[in-house]
């Protein structure tokens, strides 16, 4: 019958590559002859369009396959061990060859590190522990088999990693002589590896490898008393094998979702690190009301405690009488109003640029402007302690990321040196938001100058704290240089919503025409760019606001001080570390029963260990409860 005739059908695809062919991607099926059409196509898209890159060559190769020769085996059973580390997954292999009487994975590891650099599997000998592969480079490759298809009218999926795993250790554990196999993916991004036997079926474990690692490989363990290797190879290349019943991705047991994110918040909750969050029932202030009760607020990034300041109230009436409240559209389409146009030119002003775009959060500011600029090829050099935008940004741009040691611009140096690029970038807060000190800015911007790279600060915690005027990081330093990206926040000191990016206007239409985090969200509401700019007229208007801030840092670090404790600070942020995540949730909830609202800062916002209470001052903080703060902070550190 036409339709019993079977085709074995293979795909390689490959890429030149410095002189020599470089895998791409490979794929084999054995199919009816109505099958092979359907799969064609698939296989080209396959090949030529990977992940790994653009396949510039392509073999298909068709062979006709005789019934009488296909060996039909039932699927290996799938378990699924899950496992916390890879070192945990290395114990389970362990566990593995203990079953199947091979020897213990001290002995078997050296050989699972030479599979690394091969194309094949090994073949390893387990009595003897010698490699039985006829080429050392290439290992072995199983070949000739497939999942049974017959009752399949077309092909869907011709991409299942997960179902040509089973096949294919299905094959190799029926092969003579072969007692078990090991593998590991050379995908840096997938972690899951097997183990299979006959007795043992096949047993994914969850991480075999670090994250990132290309170390992966295929070993085939062997017992020369059951079979020769000539036996083993042959059957291994040669032999038609479908397998049937392969449990199907969709199948097979998954995981219910929402028990995973439970176990997570339960993990959480028992390592002290579950958030909760309290809800204020006034204005953001120096002093709120939480549960009815008053409290001194001192843990807010309103640096200034403008929120409740009456020309920002003022203003903000004013627009929404005139605006209406939301905005209805996206700034590139209907979303644009004078009052977005108007607030730009002020931060430009302000910060003495050219030009300036306001994003609607700071963290879409650094997540937009670095993914928008850092492309592949190119480099972000990071400072450890920036934050989490930052670093989201520098992920999701296709750019390498290069992290620095902490505000060490010799490390930022080497770095660079260590690092070439044709196209790179250095990023740092201006001022760290859990440390509270501040970036080495001249030497930061001499460095980008001298290599070229873009340089871009994060004044978040910086606008309207730092400098005379309130003015930032450049006035801090009273430079007359600028770095080519300021970025900021209007959430802070200046007392309303949004992010920012303040620099030359290329950089700004660039970062119109290409930051997706600004062209494809609607844009924050008129009102509130009437709040931003209220609030930066305030900081001009008003310098004492800024100058009382500077004073009452000055005079909360003697503060604490006097009461044993040698803290020193530039700006308002006053990290107090004790280190122990429990503790420092605990010596916050008993300033808090003492009337003062402080919180307790825990990984990940910052490392395992390094947990602290944030104590963030405002300008209209009095002395005395900046005194009473100090001491009650002391005594629950004691007691
Ligand atoms: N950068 C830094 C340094 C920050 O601390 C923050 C806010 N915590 C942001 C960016 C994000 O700003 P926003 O809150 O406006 O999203």
Redesign the pocket.
Known sequence: MADKELFSIKMRASKEESGSAKHISGAEKILSEKQVYQCVDSLIERGLHHDKGEADFLNIKLEKVNEDDVLYLDALQVTTIEVDTYKEGLLEIDKFLKEINAPSLDTIMPFIEQTYSMRGAMLLDVKKLIRLEPDLQRGIRATYMDQDRSGSKSISNFKNHYEEAIVLATKVVNCPGIIGEICISDDPNYLTGYVASKDVGYRRITKLKEAGSENGGRIFLFDSDKATPAEAIDFLQKQVVIVKNVTSLDTMERKNPMEVLAKTNERLKENNLFRTMKSISSAQGSHVILDGKEYVLMAS?SYLDLTKHPYMIEKTLEAINKYGVGSGGSRLTTGNTSMHDLLEDKIAKFKDTEAAIVFN??????LATISAIMREGGVVFSDEL?????IDGCRLSKARTVVYKHNDMADLERKILENPCDFGMVVS?A???MDGDILNLPEFIRICQKYKLLSMV?E??ATGVIGKTGHGIVEHYELNVTPDIL?G????AIGG???YVAGSKTLIEYLRNTARGFIFSTSLSPAIMAANLAGIEIIENEPSRVQRLQENVLYFCNCLKEEGLDISSKTAIIPIIIGDEKKAMDVSQKLLENGFFISAIRYPTVAKGQARLRVALMATHTHEELKLAARLIVESMRG
């Open positions: 990034n959060t700071g963290y879409v500011a650094n920036n934050h989490a935008s930052i807060d001022v760290f938001s994060d978040a915690h970025m926040t209007l959430s802070k919503e949004g992010g």
